[in-house]
C-alpha cells in the first residue's frame, strides 16, 4: 500500500505540461468532438508507426483504477471516466475503455487483490511483484515479451535501459517479460525537512542541517508559540503510522533515520557483496533512541502513531506544525494547500546531513509495480500502445495536446493508466535550466511548451512570492527543491536481487508487521529501546535469516 | 387430521430459507477446502495445488497467531465479566428505584447506544479520546496527564473492553430487570419484619432472584470467547497498537483479504470456526445443564 | 401489611436514583459532546473548546450535508437495503418459523430441518470462504449482495417459531376444522396474532442492516454503491477527508472534524426516530429469546 502511494500523489517529474495559469475554464464541448480533426491526423506520420497505429476496429479496454478521492480536482465537467486526456488516447488507439471500479487510491490494492481472488480481473491493470507472481504462477497473464519488443517507442525503451537492466529482469520470469516495469529512479525522492521559514524568522531562527537542528526548531515551535496566538497548539515535527517507508513517505522520519547512518526498510548490498536488511542494523537503534527522546520531550505530534497521511496533513494545512518531513514534490501537495490557507506559509526545504556532515538518502527501488495483460486479451499491446501515448502526453510529444493548468496535481485521474517510465534525474537537470535561464546564461524561448509554462510560474511567483499557490509550487518544487538536490548526494538501494525475493517471501508480511509495531511502540515510549535488540532476534528467528541468506546465495 | 398435503406445504414454505442456507452458509463451508491448498485465485478451487496440513502446521507455529489468539480471549473473556458485573449492579441498583418516572428514562438513556453501530459509536470515541478531545480534558481538571487512549498498547484493550461496556450493559440488563420483576413482593415485605436492611434484601433475595439468568448468560457466553468483537476493533485500532489489540477476526481479514494469504487467512478462519463450534456446543450443553435453558 | 420507611430509608431511594440518572446522562455525553461538535464553529473545534454545548453556534455542517450528493446516495442505498433486507427478512423467518412451530406429527422433519438451521446459525466460516462464495455468484457491486447472504434471519426464526408454539392449540384446532390450509392458517390465524412478535423481529432486522458496514466495505467495488455506515466508515475512520484544499471556500466555514461530526449524526437520527419503538419492542425480544424457561 505505501508503494502505491507514490502513484496518487503528483511527482510526474517529467517536463509537464502546465498551460499558462490562470487558465479559462475548461470546455466540457471538446468532450463531444474529437479531439483532433481529421485532416491533421492524416498529416502526422508518427500515427502509422507500430507504437501508435490505431486499431482496425474499436477494441474495448476495461481498467481499474485508484485516486477516486481526488476527484473533485477534475476540471468542471470531466471526470476520471470522461476527460480530454483520455478522449485523446481512445481516439489515437481507437480503443473503448471503461473501468470495472474507481476506488480510493489506498484501497486500490486490497480491492484488486479481491478482485483477482474473486476471478474478475480486468484486462490491464497494475500490480505489485506479489500480485505479479501470483498472477504468473497462475499463467492468468499474457506473455508480454514480443508486443514491447514491437510496440514501446524509444522513450521507454531508453529508460528503462538506463536502469542497467534491473527493470526488464524484474519484470521477467522464467525467461518471459510477463509485466511491463515502471521506472522511477528519482521520484521516490530524498526525504527533506520542509520548515516555515516565516516561523523561523519571527523566533530567530535558522533552518536545520542536523537532528540537532530539527530538534531545537522543534521545541522552537512548541514552546515559543511561532503563530502568534496566544495558545500553546502547535506541534513540532509531524509524523504518520508509517515511521519509515520508501518510497515517498510523507510525514516519514526517514531523514532522521538516514542521518544516523541508518537504512531501515532498505535491503542493501555491501562491499564484500553481503546484503544487509537496514532495520535491525546498530544505527537503527541509535535512531529511534533520539526519535522515542523527541516524543518524550513532546516534540513530535503526540498522536502521530495512529495518524495517516491524510490526518496529519491536516495538521500542516490547519497551520498547527511548522516542521514536516517529504519528498521534493510536497509543495504540489499537500503544502500548496498550506499556502492556500494562509498567504504567510512561507515553506522552504532542508535536507539534513548525516554526522560525517554528508547527504545520504534511502532510495526506492527503480522498479516496484507492473502493468500486466489478463491472459487471452485479444489486444495485449494496447497496455504498451496506451503507456506511450501518456509518455507523449506528459512530455508535449508527438503534438500530443496541453490541456490541463494543473497536470500536475491530476495525472493520475487522467491517465487510464497512472504509471510513470521515467527518464533518471529529469528533476535536477530541470531545475539547473530553470536556474540558468533566470541567470541569463540560457535562452528559455529554447524550452519546450511545457517548460515555459513552468518558467512563467517560477517568476510569477518570484515577482510576488505566494500569490498564487500553484505558482508557488511549481517555483518551490521544480526551482529551489530541485536544485538542492543537484548538489549531490548518496544514494541508498534495495539490491534488485533482494526486490526480486522479499516481497513474494510467504514471512515477509510478518516480519513487516513486526517491525512496525516494535518501531511505532518504541519511539511512543510503550517499550524501551532496548526491546530493539529482542526485536532484531525475533526478526531473525521468524524467517529473516533465511530471507537474507536467500539473498545472498 | 395430518394431511400430506400439509407436509407438502410445510416443506414449501422452508424450501427457500433452506435454499439461501445451503448457498450462503454451506457453500462456503465447502469453500473452506483451500486452508489444504495453496490456493491462487486465478486458479480457482479446482486448479490450485493441495498442500494438506501446511497452512495450519505453519499458522500454529507463527508468532502472530498465538498472539492475536491470546489478545482475542483476554479481550472477550474481559468484555464478558465486566459487562455481566455492570448488568447485574445497575438491574439490582434500577430495581430499587421506586419512582416508575425516573426508571424509565433511566432505561431511556443507558439503552440508547447498543442501537447505534459501531462505525458511528468508534467515530465519536475518536473524538472524545484524543488527545484534546473530551476525556483528556476532564482528566486534565483531575490533573491526570494526556492519556493516548488509542496508540498505547497498554491501554488500547482497556478501551475496548471498557467502551463495549459502555455501549452493552443497559441493555444486558434488561433480562435482570425482568427476573427482578418477577420477584413476589411479599419476599421483600418478609425479610422486612425480619430486620433486614436493603443491603441484605438485595444479598438475601434480589440476588438469588437473577442468580439463575446470570448464570445462563455466563453459561451462553463461553461460545463468544473467540468473538471479541471485529466491528468494534476495526474501527479503533491501528498498526501501533497490533500487539495488544489484534484479533481474530482482524488477523484473518487482513492477512487474507487484504494481503492475499488466502489460504492461511483461510485457515486460520477454519481454526475459529472449529474451536468456535465446540465451544457452542459446550455453552448449550451447559446452559441446558445448569439454567435448564433449550434454543428450541 | 406495610411497613413504614424510615427517613434515610427514602433519602437513599433519592440517593439511588439520583446516581443512576447521572449514570444514564454519562452514557449519553459523548453522543452530546457530537452533536455539539456538529453544530460549533470551526474554530472553536479544532481549538477543543466545545463541551457539551456548541461554541459558535452554526449550522454550516448541516447546511452543506443538505447539498453533499455523496452522503445521500449512500443515505439512499441503506434505504433500500433497509426496505428490501427487512423484507426479504420478514419473509423468510415467517416461512421458516411456521413450519418449524408444528408438532412432530404434522411435519415430522422439523426437528431435523431445525438442527441444520441452528448449525448454520452457529456455523460461522472465515470470511476469506464467504467471499470467494458472494463472488463466485457474481453478487459484487450488487445490492442483492448486501441483503441475500443474511437473508435467513436464524435467530429471529428461533424466537418466531418458539412464539408460535407458545400461542395456544385451540387457535388451529378451530381453523382445522373450518378445513383452512397451512398457508391460510399461517396468513389468517397465526400472523394476526403475532404481531408484537413480528414488529420485534422486524425491528431487529432494520436496525441490523441499517448499522452494517463490513459487507459494504468488502462487497462494494464502486464507492458509489457504499451504504451509509460504509460511507461514513470511510469518512470518519479511515481517515478519508471529504473536504480538501481546493474547495477553499467551503474550508474557510467547515472542518472535516464539524462535518464528519455533522454526519454521525444524521446518521444517528433515524435510529432516534424510531428509539421508542425500538425500546419497546426490543425489550419484548430480548425476553423471547434469550430467556425462555
Known amino acids: 500500500m505505501r508503494r502505491l502511494f507514490v502513484l496518487f500523489v503528483t511527482l510526474l517529474a517529467v517536463a509537464a505540461c502546465l498551460p499558462a495559469a490562470p487558465q479559462p475554464a475548461a470546455e466540457p464541448a471538446v468532450l463531444s468532438t474529437a479531439a483532433t480533426p481529421q485532416a491533421v491526423m492524416a498529416a502526422q506520420a508518427w500515427r502509422q508507426t507500430d507504437a501508435y497505429s490505431p486499431l482496425p476496429e474499436t477494441a474495448s479496454l476495461v481498467l481499474v483504477k485508484g485516486g477516486q478521492e481526488n476527484a473533485g480536482l477534475m476540471p468542471e465537467g470531466e471526470s476520471i471516466e470522461e476527460n480530454r486526456a483520455l478522449r485523446y488516447i481512445e481516439e489515437t488507439l481507437n480503443v473503448d475503455i471503461r473501468f470495472g471500479w474507481v476506488v480510493p487510491s489506498d484501497s486500490y490494492s486490497d480491492k484488486l487483490n479481491l478482485s483477482i481472488a474473486s476471478g474478475d480481473i480486468p484486462d490491464v491493470m497494475i500490480v505489485d511483484a506479489l500480485q505479479l507472481q501470483q498472477l504468473a504462477e497462475a499463467g492468468a497473464i499474457e506473455d508480454l515479451t514480443p508486443y514491447v519488443e514491437q510496440y514501446a517507442n524509444a522513450d521507454l525503451l531508453a529508460n528503462w535501459e538506463q536502469t542497467g537492466g534491473v527493470a526488464l529482469a524484474a519484470a521477467?520470469?522464467?525467461?518471459?517479460?510477463?509485466?511491463?516495469?515502471?521506472?522511477?529512479?528519482?521520484?521516490?525522492?530524498?526525504?527533506?525537512?520542509?520548515?516555515?521559514?516565516?516561523?523561523?524568522?519571527?523566533?530567530?531562527?535558522?533552518?536545520?542541517?542536523?537532528?540537532?537542528?530539527?530538534?531545537?526548531?522543534?521545541?522552537?515551535?512548541?514552546?515559543?508559540?511561532?503563530?502568534?496566538?496566544g495558545a500553546a497548539d502547535t506541534y513540532g515535527l509531524t509524523g504518520t503510522l508509517n515511521p519509515v517507508g520508501v518510497?515517498?513517505?510523507?510525514?516519514?522520519?526517514?531523514?532522521?533515520f538516514n542521518a544516523y547512518g541508518a537504512f531501515p526498510e532498505i535491503f542493501y548490498r555491501d562491499e564484500a557483496g553481503q546484503i544487509h536488511y537496514g532495520s535491525v542494523q546498530p544505527q537503527t537503534k541509535e535512531a529511534l533512541g533520539r526519535l522515542a527522546a523527541l516524543y518524550q520531550a513532546g516534540l513530535i505530534d503526540p498522536e502521530f502513531a495512529t495518524k495517516d497521511t491524510d490526518k496529519s496533513n491536516e495538521v500542516v494545512v490547519s497551520g498547527r506544525s511548522g516542521l514536516m518531513m517529504g519528498p521534493w514534490w510536497l509543495p504540489w501537495w499537500p503544502l500548496a494547500d498550506s499556502v492556500s490557507s494562509d498567504p504567510n506559509a512561507d515553506w522552504q526545504p532542508y535536507p539534513l546531513v548525516d554526522q560525517a556532515g554528508e547527504r545520504s538518502f534511502a532510495m526506492g527501488g527503480y522498479t516496484y509495480s507492473f502493468v500486466v495483460v489478463k491472459k487471452g486479451y485479444p489486444h495485449p499491446e494496447l497496455a504498451v500502445k496506451i503507456l506511450n501515448v501518456q509518455n507523449d502526453l506528459s512530455y508535449g510529444l508527438n503534438d500530443a495536446p496541453q490541456f490541463y493548468p494543473n497536470f500536475n496535481e491530476i495525472w493520475t485521474l487522467l491517465f487510464p493508466i497512472p504509471f510513470l517510465i521515467e527518464q533518471p534525474y529529469v528533476v535536477e537537470r530541470m531545475g539547473r535550466e530553470y536556474q540558468q535561464a533566470l541567470e541569463g546564461s540560457l535562452d528559455p524561448t529554447t524550452f519546450n511548451e511545457a517548460m515555459q509554462i513552468e518558467y512563467d510560474q517560477i517568476q510569477q511567483d518570484l515577482a510576488a512570492p505566494r500569490s498564487n499557490p500553484s505558482n508557488w509550487a511549481v517555483r518551490m518544487a521544480r526551482l529551489d527543491a530541485a536544485l538542492l538536490l543537484a548538489e549531490g548526494y548518496n544514494e541508498v538501494r534495495t539490491d534488485p536481487v533482494a526486490a526480486r525475493v522479499f516481497p513474494t517471501d510467504p514471512n515477509w508480511p510478518a516480519l513487516q508487521k513486526l517491525e512496525d509495531e516494535v518501531f511505532l511502540q518504541i519511539i511512543t515510549g510503550a517499550r524501551p529501546l532496548d526491546d530493539f535488540d529482542s526485536f532484531v532476534e525475533e526478526w531473525n528467528r521468524n524467517g529473516g535469516t533465511d530471507l537474507l541468506a536467500k539473498m545472498n546465495s | 387430521m395430518f394431511k400430506g398435503t400439509d407436509r407438502f406445504a410445510y416443506w414449501l414454505m422452508v424450501l427457500p430459507g433452506l435454499l439461501l442456507l445451503l448457498a450462503f452458509t454451506f457453500v462456503p463451508l465447502a469453500y473452506s477446502a483451500i486452508?489444504?491448498?495453496?490456493?491462487?485465485?486465478?486458479?480457482?478451487?479446482?486448479?490450485?495445488?493441495?498442500?494438506?496440513?501446511?497452512?495450519?502446521?505453519?499458522?500454529?507455529?507463527?508468532?502472530?497467531?498465538?498472539?492475536?489468539?491470546?489478545?482475542?480471549?483476554?479481550?472477550?473473556?474481559?468484555?464478558?465479566?465486566?459487562?455481566?458485573?455492570?448488568?447485574?449492579?445497575?438491574?439490582?441498583?434500577?430495581?430499587?428505584?421506586?419512582?416508575?418516572?425516573?426508571?424509565?428514562?433511566?432505561?431511556?438513556?443507558?439503552?440508547?447506544?447498543?442501537?447505534?453501530?459501531?462505525v458511528i459509536l468508534a467515530g465519536i470515541l475518536r473524538t472524545i479520546l484524543a488527545r484534546d478531545g473530551l476525556v483528556n480534558d476532564l482528566l486534565g481538571y483531575f490533573g491526570v496527564a494526556?492519556?493516548?487512549?488509542?496508540?498505547?498498547?497498554?491501554?488500547?484493550?482497556?478501551?475496548?473492553?471498557?467502551?463495549?461496556?459502555?455501549?452493552?450493559?443497559?441493555?444486558?440488563?434488561?433480562?435482570?430487570?425482568?427476573?427482578?420483576?418477577?420477584?413476589?413482593?411479599?419476599?421483600?415485605?418478609v425479610a422486612e419484619l425480619d430486620g433486614a436492611t436493603r443491603l441484605q434484601k438485595m444479598r438475601y433475595v434480589s440476588l438469588p432472584a437473577i442468580a439463575p439468568v446470570i448464570v445462563l448468560v455466563g453459561c451462553l457466553s463461553i461460545g463468544n470467547v473467540l468473538n471479541a468483537g471485529f466491528d468494534q476493533i476495526f474501527n479503533l485500532y491501528s498498526p501501533i497498537v497490533y500487539s495488544s489489540g489484534d484479533i481474530l477476526d482482524t488477523y484473518v481479514y487482513r492477512i487474507g483479504l487484504i494481503q492475499g494469504q488466502y489460504s492461511l487467512g483461510t485457515a486460520v478462519g477454519l481454526f475459529k470456526t472449529v474451536v468456535a463450534l465446540g465451544l457452542i456446543g459446550i455453552s448449550y450443553w451447559a446452559a441446558s445443564r445448569y439454567a435448564n435453558y433449550r434454543i428450541f | 401489611m406495610v411497613v413504614s420507611r424510615s427517613f434515610t430509608d427514602r433519602m437513599v431511594d433519592w440517593l439511588i436514583a439520583v446516581l443512576l440518572l447521572a449514570v444514564g446522562v454519562t452514557t449519553l455525553l459523548p453522543l452530546f459532546n457530537t452533536l455539539a461538535i456538529s453544530l460549533s464553529d470551526k474554530a472553536a473545534v479544532s481549538g477543543g473548546q466545545v463541551g457539551f454545548w456548541p461554541v459558535?453556534?452554526?449550522?454550516?455542517?448541516?447546511?452543506?450535508?443538505?447539498?453533499?450528493?455523496?452522503?445521500?446516495?449512500?443515505?439512499?442505498?441503506?434505504?433500500?437495503?433497509?426496505?428490501?433486507?427487512?423484507?426479504?427478512?420478514?419473509?423468510?423467518?415467517?416461512?421458516?418459523?411456521?413450519?418449524?412451530?408444528?408438532?412432530?406429527?404434522?411435519?415430522?422433519?422439523?426437528?431435523?430441518?431445525?438442527?441444520?438451521?441452528?448449525?448454520?446459525?452457529?456455523?460461522?466460516?472465515?470470511?476469506?470462504?464467504?467471499?470467494?462464495?458472494?463472488?463466485?455468484?457474481?453478487?459484487?457491486?450488487?445490492?442483492?449482495?448486501?441483503v441475500l447472504p443474511g437473508a435467513v434471519p436464524i435467530w429471529n426464526v428461533v424466537i418466531l417459531m418458539n412464539f408460535f408454539r407458545s400461542l395456544p392449540r385451540e387457535l388451529d384446532e378451530a381453523a382445522r376444522i373450518d378445513g383452512a390450509n397451512p398457508w391460510q392458517l399461517l396468513w389468517q390465524i397465526y400472523l394476526p396474532t403475532s404481531l408484537p412478535a413480528l414488529a420485534t423481529i422486524t425491528l431487529?432486522?432494520?436496525?441490523?442492516?441499517?448499522?452494517?458496514?463490513?459487507?459494504?466495505?468488502?462487497?462494494?467495488?464502486?464507492?458509489?454503491?457504499?451504504?451509509?455506515?460504509?460511507?461514513?466508515?470511510?469518512?470518519?475512520?479511515?481517515?478519508?477527508?471529504?473536504?480538501?484544499?481546493?474547495?477553499?471556500?467551503?474550508?474557510?466555514?467547515?472542518?472535516?472534524?464539524?462535518?464528519?461530526?455533522?454526519?454521525?449524526?444524521?446518521?444517528?437520527?433515524?435510529?432516534?426516530l424510531v428509539y421508542p419503538l425500538l425500546q419497546r419492542y426490543f425489550v419484548r425480544g430480548i425476553l423471547l429469546g434469550a430467556v425462555k424457561e
Open chain 1, 247 to 256: 518510497p515517498s513517505n510523507l510525514h516519514g522520519f526517514d531523514a532522521i
Open chain 3, 204 to 272: 431487529f432486522s432494520l436496525v441490523g442492516h441499517w448499522n452494517s458496514f463490513f459487507d459494504g466495505l468488502i462487497l462494494m467495488n464502486n464507492p458509489d454503491n457504499y451504504p451509509l455506515q460504509t460511507y461514513i466508515q470511510q469518512l470518519v475512520i479511515a481517515d478519508r477527508p471529504a473536504l480538501h484544499g481546493g474547495q477553499a471556500q467551503l474550508l474557510a466555514l467547515l472542518s472535516n472534524n464539524t462535518l464528519n461530526a455533522a454526519k454521525l449524526f444524521v446518521a444517528i437520527l433515524p435510529i432516534l
Open chain 3, 56 to 146: 459558535g453556534f452554526t449550522l454550516n455542517s448541516y447546511d452543506y450535508i443538505l447539498r453533499d450528493e455523496k452522503f445521500w446516495r449512500a443515505f439512499g442505498v441503506s434505504l433500500l437495503r433497509v426496505g428490501l433486507g427487512g423484507a426479504l427478512n420478514f419473509g423468510l423467518a415467517v416461512l421458516t418459523a411456521f413450519p418449524l412451530s408444528r408438532s412432530l406429527r404434522a411435519f415430522p422433519e422439523r426437528n431435523l430441518l431445525m438442527w441444520v438451521f441452528v448449525f448454520g446459525m452457529i456455523l460461522n466460516v472465515g470470511i476469506v470462504p464467504w467471499y470467494l462464495t458472494i463472488s463466485s455468484y457474481g453478487l459484487i457491486d450488487s445490492l442483492w449482495a448486501l
Open chain 1, 172 to 229: 521477467t520470469i522464467d525467461g518471459k517479460l510477463l509485466g511491463i516495469p515502471n521506472v522511477q529512479p528519482q521520484a521516490d525522492a530524498p526525504i527533506i525537512a520542509w520548515v516555515r521559514q516565516d516561523w523561523l524568522d519571527k523566533l530567530g531562527m535558522q533552518g536545520p542541517q542536523t537532528v540537532d537542528d530539527v530538534e531545537a526548531i522543534a521545541r522552537a515551535f512548541v514552546e515559543q508559540d511561532p503563530d502568534g496566538n
Open chain 2, 35 to 118: 486452508a489444504f491448498q495453496k490456493f491462487n485465485p486465478a486458479l480457482g478451487l479446482q486448479g490450485s495445488p493441495w498442500v494438506g496440513l501446511d497452512n495450519l502446521l505453519y499458522m500454529f507455529g507463527l508468532r502472530d497467531a498465538r498472539q492475536v489468539l491470546a489478545n482475542t480471549v483476554f479481550i472477550a473473556a474481559m468484555k464478558m465479566i465486566l459487562v455481566l458485573f455492570t448488568a447485574v449492579s445497575f438491574a439490582l441498583l434500577l430495581n430499587e428505584v421506586r419512582f416508575l418516572g425516573v426508571r424509565r428514562a433511566i432505561q431511556t438513556m443507558v439503552y440508547l447506544p447498543h442501537f447505534l453501530s459501531w
Open chain 2, 146 to 189: 494526556p492519556i493516548y487512549f488509542l496508540g498505547q498498547p497498554a491501554v488500547f484493550p482497556w478501551v475496548i473492553i471498557l467502551s463495549d461496556v459502555w455501549k452493552e450493559f443497559g441493555f444486558e440488563a434488561i433480562v435482570y430487570l425482568a427476573a427482578l420483576t418477577g420477584i413476589d413482593p411479599t419476599l421483600y415485605e
